[in-house]
């Protein structure tokens, strides 16, 4: 009998322990490139302080994606790169045509952008906000989980100093965990409305367990 109640804790503990837990600060780590993508939330909660380093010729450039999905077509992309010369670290979006590779966005929504050139070792570095104020589709709010994507290699052309051509990735992938940021929810942040139902449906579940298993362990005793 103990070992009965025993399962049914265990499996309410466990449903319990599924749901996604947020991060503050992590890293991935993908073996092409020794590729890191770092990243660290300001105490405030609205912002993140990343970092993305891989080892790659001087020429070409390194990325980071943020997606709904786990393929290249609409991902918030942050692009950069140094060649010991020039450097460049934009807010760009991958469109739906693969071969374009990522777009300017008009709108720039990182912060605080810097890149370290350390050999074959290219760093780049940029803060942005949870929640992008460019409401125009072309980035990912991270205050709700996100898949990364990872791509480097590309060659980068500069004229003049600035970026006029980038070449397709050497290497590319997505990492198999999401990205959950412990966001601070804002004040004229609303909940959408299919999160409420959702979750207000799994407290009632889970009351309705634990309800369960006290009656459980009354009847026995
Ligand atoms: C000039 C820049 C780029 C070009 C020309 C380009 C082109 C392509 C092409 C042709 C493919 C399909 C063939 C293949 O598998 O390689 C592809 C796949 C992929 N790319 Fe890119 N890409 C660019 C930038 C990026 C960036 C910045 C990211 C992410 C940060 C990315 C992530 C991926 C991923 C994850 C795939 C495999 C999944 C899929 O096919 O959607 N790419 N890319
Ligand atoms: C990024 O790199 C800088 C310089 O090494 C370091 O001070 C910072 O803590 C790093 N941030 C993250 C999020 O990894
Ligand atoms: C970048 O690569 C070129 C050509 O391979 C080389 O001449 C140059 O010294 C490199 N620059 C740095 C900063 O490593």
Request: include cysteine; charge should be negative; proline fraction near 5%.
């Amino acid at each position: 009998m103990i070992t009965l109640i025993s399962a049914v804790i265990f499996c309410f503990l466990t449903s319990a322990l599924a749901q996604q837990t947020c991060s503050t600060e992590g890293q991935f780590t993908a073996a092409a490139g020794y590729y890191v993508f770092s990243w660290s939330l300001q105490s405030n909660g609205m912002y993140v302080d990343c970092n993305v380093s891989v080892n790659t010729a001087n020429n070409t450039w390194v990325a980071v994606g943020f997606s709904e999905n786990q393929i290249m077509p609409d991902t918030d992309v942050i692009i950069g790169a140094n060649d010991g010369t020039d450097e460049f670290v934009d807010d760009r979006w991958n469109g739906a045509d693969r071969r374009a590779g990522p777009s300017l966005d008009p709108m720039q929504n990182i912060m605080d952008t810097s890149t370290i050139r350390d050999g074959n070792r290219l760093t780049i570095m940029f803060t942005r906000p949870l929640v992008s104020p460019d409401t125009s589709g072309r980035d990912e709010n991270l205050d709700v989980c996100r898949y990364v994507l990872w791509a480097f290699g590309g060659t980068t052309t500069f004229e003049n100093g600035d970026v006029t051509a980038l070449g397709g990735h050497s290497n590319r992938g997505v990492f198999p965990n999401q990205l959950c940021l412990c966001a601070t929810p804002t004040p004229t942040e609303t909940p959408t409305p299919t999160e409420t139902p959702t979750s207000s449906a799994a407290s009632v579940a889970n009351v309705a367990v634990l309800t369960f298993i006290f009656i459980f362990i009354a009847a026995i005793f």
